[in-house]
Structures are given as C-alpha cells and as structure tokens.
C-alpha cells in the first residue's frame, strides 16, 4: 500500500509518500517522496516556538511540501476529478484562511495519485499547529476518497530509531524506548510489536525543553540542543574544568521518574550575576551534558536491570545528541550487559519528521477511518492522556 504521512505537531512541516509491501512489523518500505520544511529560523527570533505563530507557517507550506512530495514520488495520476463540493472543503478548513483554496487549486491541478491511505499525527503536539495537519488530512481523504490513519507522534519516534532504511529491525522482547524531545521524556515498556507501557516520565521538563531552557540562561540560540551539544563538545576538546556542579536529579528516586527543572535551576543559579566567557559557556554547557546524560543513562541501566531488557531503542529530537548516543551505545558493548541490543535512529529520523508517521501509520492501518468517520478527528495537545500508552 502507498500512504502520505503528515507531520505538523511543532515546528516541522513534513509530509512523505511511502510504499510499504508486507504487513507490519515485516514489511518493506520504500519511501518515495519526502519534503520537510522547518520553522527553526522563524522561531528563533522568538527564542522559542510560538503555537500561533507554528500554525501560521504550516498553512503557509503544507500545500507546497504537499506538492514537493507528490512530485518527488513521481507517481502516475488520475486526473478524471470526481465532484467535490469545494464548500464542504471549504468549511472544514475555516480555521485555516487561504488552506481551502491552495488544497483545492492543488487538487485541480493534480488530480487523484494512487495513494490508499493518509496518516496523520494527531498528537501529542502543540493543537493549533496538529489541527493544520489533521484538517489537511480530512480535506485530501474527502477529496481522494481515501481512509484516514491518526497516528501518535511518540509511537512515529520509537518506530523511526528501529526503522533501517528499508524495513524494521527485529527486536528482543522486552524492548525499552527511551523516549527524549521538546515535550517528552519516558521510558515506554514494549513485551511485544505494538504493545506498550509507560514505566517512567519526567515530572516537570522535558529533557529536550531543558536543553533548550539553559541555553537561553547561556544566551545561545533556539533551538538550545544543538547548541549546547556544539559548545559541550568544545569543551572536552579544549578540556575545560568543571564550572560548576551540578546535580544528578532523581538518581535515587527509588523509581524510574525523571526531573530537569532543578538542573535547570542549579545553572541559573550558578550564573547569576556574572559575566560569562566565552569559555566559560562551553563549560557549563558541558557540565549540563554530562549531568543529563549521567541521569538518563542511570535510569536506562535501573530498567535495563529490572525488566530483564534485551533492546534499548533511543527516540525523538534529543537522540540527535551525540554524547547521549555514544553512552548509550557503550551500554550495548559492556561487560555488565554484552547482549544488549541497542537501535539508535538516523540522526535525520531523529528529529521530527513524517517517514516516522508513515511507519506508525502502517502499524495501525486497521484502524483506518473512512473520509466520513476522519471528520470527527481531534488533536490532543502535549499533557493529555494517550489511550496508548497504559501508565
Ligand atoms: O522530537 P523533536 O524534534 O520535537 C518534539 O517532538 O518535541 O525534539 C526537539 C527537541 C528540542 O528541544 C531540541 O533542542 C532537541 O530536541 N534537540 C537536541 C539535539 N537536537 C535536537 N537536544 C540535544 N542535543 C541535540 N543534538
Ligand atoms: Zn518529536
């Protein structure tokens, strides 16, 4: 089956057509078409992302990633236009102004593709920017006759790190996903394909919202990973004594919790009132590094240790980190766990894109919904609950 996937949960645009031959988790994939567009330069003038101001960028390119992607996949088309009524489009994109008309002019213009199916991250995400995307998916799925797959951003993460260019690694049972992003960070039990359990979440920040928290206190710009991933290198390069220590957050906990907004906390503290060097930003950057890392991998090996884990699988945009990579990778090749496999995702499927929500729309292609039952859709924003995901 050929599906679009669309991703618009933060701050990418992203849409792929993507052929999957088999059934999950056995298939093939072959992704034809990929087009992402990334808001990061307009958000980082706002030092951080704006959902109003990431709705109003993704109705400005979801048509033209929309058309980048068709047209990359080169797929024939089926230019025979069955009626539409342009209002019903037109409705149900009035939140949306000027979406309706640049779907429906594309819809003139490229007809039918042989496409069987949209999937769509209906969250978690920012709302206003998921309904761009989900509104969209309604739109082509009336306008394609085609079924709607809503698909969760999380599940597109742990999919992307075990997905190999062409199909899905086979994974040991019990698998754990060590779940870290802007809005995220979990530890997600797996027994088997498709069955997961939240064992451990962070009670205040996000790994990926601290990273980006700190560098704005180190005066570096959005998007703070990078940054400080960047500068923390630096400073083992330049070996750089401590700045300042910090602390190891819920080490001790007795559970597999996370909490980043004391760390947080201990580097504006550490800064206050001072003028720092250049040096002395790469120091602390990397005092930072290492105190996240030394925290996630803690709780990595306590459920390792506990569950009896054979797969470690690392997902979402803060497995871009090539510290919290290469600790993780070491923990496959040591003594104390030297049959630990260990999926790590392509640092392009690392952070948020929408090969991941083609892969996660595969999975769940049974529950596809038709055009008409696709209306009822919603987004569900970064806190809810997710059906899921069992704590
Ligand atoms: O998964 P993602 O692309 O978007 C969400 O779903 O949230 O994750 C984005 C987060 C941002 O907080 C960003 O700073 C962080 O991932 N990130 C990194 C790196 N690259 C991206 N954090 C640390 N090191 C990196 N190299
Ligand atoms: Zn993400």
């Known amino acids: 089956m050929r599906l679009l996937s669309i991703e618009t949960s933060c701050d990418e ?31 980082r003038e706002f030092g951080g992302v704006f959902p109003t101001v990431a709705k109003r960028e993704h109705i400005a390119t979801i048509v033209p990633i929309l058309e980048k992607a068709i047209r990359e996949a080169n797929l024939s088309r089926n230019s025979t236009l069955t009626a539409i009524d342009e209002s019903v489009i037109e409705s149900l ?21 042989p496409i069987e199916a949209i999937a769509v991250t209906s969250g978690p995400g920012l709302e206003p920017a998921l309904w761009v995307g989900i509104n969209t998916a309604k739109a082509l799925a009336l306008m394609w006759n085609v079924p709607v797959i809503p698909v969760d951003h999380m599940e597109g993460h742990i999919l992307a790190s075990i997905f190999n260019g062409s199909g899905l690694a086979p994974l040991s049972f019990p698998a754990v996903a060590l779940l870290v992003s802007g809005a995220h960070t979990e530890l997600v039990l797996m027994n088997e394909w498709g069955q997961y359990e939240l064992i451990g979440r962070t ?13 704005r206190l180190l005066g570096l ?3 703070g990973g990078p940054e400080i991933s960047r500068r923390a290198s630096e400073a083992r390069a330049a070996s750089l004594p401590v700045y300042t220590p910090l602390p190891r957050p819920m080490l001790h906990s007795g559970d597999l919790d996370f909490s980043f907004s004391g760390l947080k906390t201990a ?16 120091a602390l950057a990397r005092d930072f590094e290492d105190a996240v890392v030394d925290v996630l991998i803690a709780k990595l090996v306590k459920t390792v240790e506990i569950y009896g884990v054979q797969s470690v699988i690392l997902g979402g945009g803060v497995a871009a980190n090539k510290r919290l990579r290469e600790s993780i990778s070491a923990l496959g090749t040591t003594l104390a766990f030297p049959d630990l496999h260990v999926h790590l995702p392509s640092v392009a499927l690392s952070t948020d894109n929408s090969v991941m929500i083609a892969l ?4 769940h292609k049974s529950t596809a919904l038709s055009p ?20």
């Open 203 to 215: 009670r205040d920040d996000a790994v990926g919202e601290a990273f980006d928290k700190v560098a």
């Open 372 to 391: 008409e039952a696709a209306l009822s859709l919603k987004a569900y924003g970064n806190k809810s609950p997710r059906e899921w995901l069992p704590q």
């Open 93 to 113: 994109l009035a939140r949306e102004p000027g979406l309706a008309s640049d779907l429906l002019t594309f819809h003139r213009e490229h007809g039918i593709p």
């Open 13 to 43: 645009t992203a849409i792929s057509v993507v052929e999957a031959t088999g059934d999950f988790p056995h298939a093939t994939y072959r992704v034809l078409g990929n087009a992402l567009f990334s808001q990061i330069d307009i958000q």
């Open 267 to 282: 580097v504006r503290y550490a800064i206050a009132e001072k003028t720092l060097a250049h040096e002395d930003v790469s």
């Open 221 to 223: 710009p959005y998007p």
């Open 360 to 363: 996660a729309g595969h999975a």
